[in-house]
């Protein structure tokens, strides 16, 4: 250390660490961001935590975000997990790859097929089954939450692999789920033993008590599951004519990639845009049944700028600036990853504003902390799309941090916000959104739990969906008829 840090200058500030086990008590497992933020009082922009021999880094603010996350590319690697990424074989899909030559290369295939402009010119898709969403919404909207999802997978699927998803249950969605829900709990420091002695990993699975390695095997087969199914059904579907448009066909018709880099960046897009886009969605529903101020005024501008008896289409989206502040604001109210993903520094270690950081640390952005900063935001805590209206006075953009920064930023925030945009706007210009009502009509209180492991969103809840009118009812009724 003396060598990366000849000044002998400090790690920054942090709750005192405790003999030989440092921070790890200090570390919550649950909603950490709530903590992180808390701590911003005490330590400030920058805090630092120890366990375990591990350094942890969290940038409670924009500024110190952007300037070593966003600026220097050194911040660009991910923390290896024994569990998640070496055993659980992770460390192949973009989200958890090292910085390095095959992450480069992925972030480059993917490029391409995830660029605003071509989104711009593949929402057909997404249209269509936005409008048919519409209509089970008609249909069952007690059963609102379950459409979502189930809306949110088909979206990404029929773009990645051109396969139409009919149900719950379709293997394409089980699969991934299951793999996905196998460690979504495991992402953050101190989540799992192994990673804190790694030695644990060479003990063989049949070893009394280790049943975790047998864990491992299994869900390490889920992982692999997840990406090479549905890549080896397009390959059969596009050898017997029958694939339809998709990123993966594209890919391999290209002829010049490599099939495990196809399959591997493929298999990426779901991982890592399924849950985070349900996340927004769920938030939607969640805001305009508690805010119908807000839900009444972006209705008013569709009724206003589109064409009585039609949805709106991408091309209308520049003409609808309040539904542009709704979106601004859903992202920023509730940041569906409150911590973006787990940074780790590479190379040598780093100095900012008089600390030391040393190599190997995970950093993480608090974006959480960004959205509810009072330097950025005036009452924070309240859902006012209002804020960005005026382009003069507009307040921090939440697009610049909620999908994380610098080179890891997500690759799928054009489709994120195409889906976003379509779902918006086609759900208010047919429905309206209420809160939950008992038996005789009163209105119910409101207010969900949200989720803590590394999202967060509401759970689902009741709430009212209704048809705004019978002209809706028709419109909703054109899409099932006409897809
Ligand atoms: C509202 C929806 C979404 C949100 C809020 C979101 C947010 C994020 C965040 C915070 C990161 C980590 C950035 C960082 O480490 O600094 C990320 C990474 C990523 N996202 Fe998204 N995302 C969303 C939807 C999607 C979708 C729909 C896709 C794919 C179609 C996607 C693909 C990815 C990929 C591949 C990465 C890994 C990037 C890398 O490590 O190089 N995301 N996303």
Request: charged fraction near 25%; include cysteine.
């Amino acid at each position: 250390e003396r060598t990366s840090n000849p000044r002998g200058l400090p790690y920054p500030p942090g709750p005192q660490p405790e003999l030989i086990i440092g921070n790890a008590r200090h570390i919550p497992s649950r909603s950490s961001w709530l903590q992180y933020t808390e701590w911003k009082k005490s330590y400030g922009d920058i805090v630092h935590l120890e366990a375990m021999g591990d350094h942890i880094i969290i940038l409670n603010s924009y500024r110190t975000a952007h300037d070593l996350v966003g600026l220097r590319a050194a911040y660009a690697d991910r923390p290896v997990s024994q569990m998640i990424s070496i055993l659980m074989g992770w460390d192949r899909v973009v989200s958890s790859a090292p910085h390095g030559e095959k992450w480069k290369r992925y972030r480059k295939i993917l490029h391409p097929y995830l660029h605003r402009e071509t989104i711009s010119r593949n929402t057909e898709n997404m249209m269509k089954d936005t409008h048919r969403l519409l209509s089970s919404l008609m249909d069952s909207p007690d059963q609102w939450d379950r459409l979502l999802r189930l809306h949110t997978g088909r979206l990404i699927i029929m773009y990645t692999y051109g396969h139409k998803v009919e149900s719950a249950q379709d293997e394409y969605i089980t699969v991934a789920e299951e793999a996905i829900n196998s460690t979504s709990t495991l992402v953050f420091p101190g989540a799992v033993l192994v990673d804190i002695f790694p030695m644990m990993r060479f003990i063989p699975s049949w070893f009394p008590g280790a049943t975790w390695k047998r864990n491992v095997k299994k869900w390490r087969k889920m992982v692999d599951g997840m990406v090479e199914r549905p890549f080896q059904r397009v390959k059969a579907e596009l050898a017997a004519g029958t694939a339809l448009p998709s990123v993966t066909s594209a890919m391999i018709q290209d002829d010049g990639y490599d099939p495990e880099d196809i399959t591997w960046c493929a298999g990426s897009l779901f991982a890592a845009g399924a849950d985070t886009t349900y996340g927004s969605f769920i938030t939607f529903i969640l805001v305009m049944a508690k805010n119908l101020d807000v839900q009444k005024k972006a209705q008013a501008e569709l009724d206003r700028m589109i064409k009585p008896g039609t949805l709106p289409t991408w091309e209308d989206r520049d003409r609808l600036p309040y539904v542009e502040c709704l979106m601004k604001e859903l992202l920023r109210w509730c940041p569906v990853a409150p911590l973006a993903l787990p940074h780790a520094l590479s190379g040598k270690g780093d100095f900012y504003d008089g600390y030391y950081i040393p190599r190997d640390s995970v950093i993480l952005a608090n974006v959480w902390a960004i959205s509810q900063d009072r330097a950025n935001y005036e009452d924070p805590a309240r859902f006012y799309p209002e804020r960005f209206e005026n382009p003069e006075t507009a307040e921090l953009d939440p697009r610049s941090y909620v999908f994380g920064f610098g080179r890891r930023t997500c690759a799928g925030q054009n489709f994120a916000d195409a889906s976003l945009f379509l779902l918006i706007t086609y759900i208010l210009s047919t429905f309206d959104i209420g809160p939950p009502r008992d038996e005789d009509g009163r209105e119910l209180a409101l207010d969900p739990p949200f989720t803590s492991g590394v999202l967060c969103h509401p759970e689902p809840f009741k709430c009212t969906i209704r048809p705004r009118s019978e002209a809706a009812v028709s419109l909703i009724k054109a899409g099932v008829d006409a897809h």
